[in-house]
């Protein structure tokens, strides 16, 4: 129970999101780079960072998903106000992650597939995989904001 009250600390949470954003935002990078040194012909390879993101973002999806019904059954009381605020956007947040991560994860897979029928449709889902990079950092991002603009208003 201590490490769960620990883990859904704010600190903890803000922690927890600013290093998830810079692993999120290390693969978004070396994504880029494997795609544009195989589209050079430097390197053959895929790189699985895309993976690593994917990971990431449904990982702490749930961890953030979950926080209000483990809070109460933690604490064993309803949260106050201010916690209450933090488990709906730590929800919302966790949902927005959770599917974010597995959009990821399905493009990724199928575009390894058409890849191999078609290099435009390939490349397309580079793209598209590379947008939702992006936007995975921007959740993250915006949690963590959120984060701070809560710890302010609790104190």
Do not use: C, K
């Not at 693969?27 to 690593?52: I, N, T, V």
């Not at 916690?83 to 927005?96: K, Q, R, V």
């Not at 597939?113 to 995989?129: E, K, R, T, Y």
């Amino acid at each position: 129970m201590f490490v769960l009250r620990l883990i859904y600390s704010r600190p903890a949470l803000i922690v927890l999101t600013v290093v998830f954003l810079i692993l999120g935002v290390d693969a978004f990078w070396q994504h880029l780079d494997d795609r544009l040194a195989e589209l050079a012909g430097l390197r053959a390879w895929p790189s699985d960072q895309d993976d690593d993101l994917a990971v990431i973002l449904i990982a702490y999806g749930v961890l953030l998903e979950e926080r209000g019904p483990l809070f109460r059954r933690i604490h064993g009381h309803l949260p106050d106000a201010g916690d209450e605020a933090l488990n709906h956007t730590s929800e919302i947040a966790g949902a927005l992650m959770l599917v974010a991560g597995l959009f990821i994860e399905v493009l990724d897979v199928s575009g390894d597939l058409l890849f191999g029928m078609s290099v435009v449709v390939g490349q397309a889902g580079v793209v598209v995989i590379l947008l939702l990079h992006a936007v995975g950092a921007w959740l993250l991002l915006r949690y963590l904001w959120d984060l701070f603009r809560a710890s302010r208003r609790a104190a």
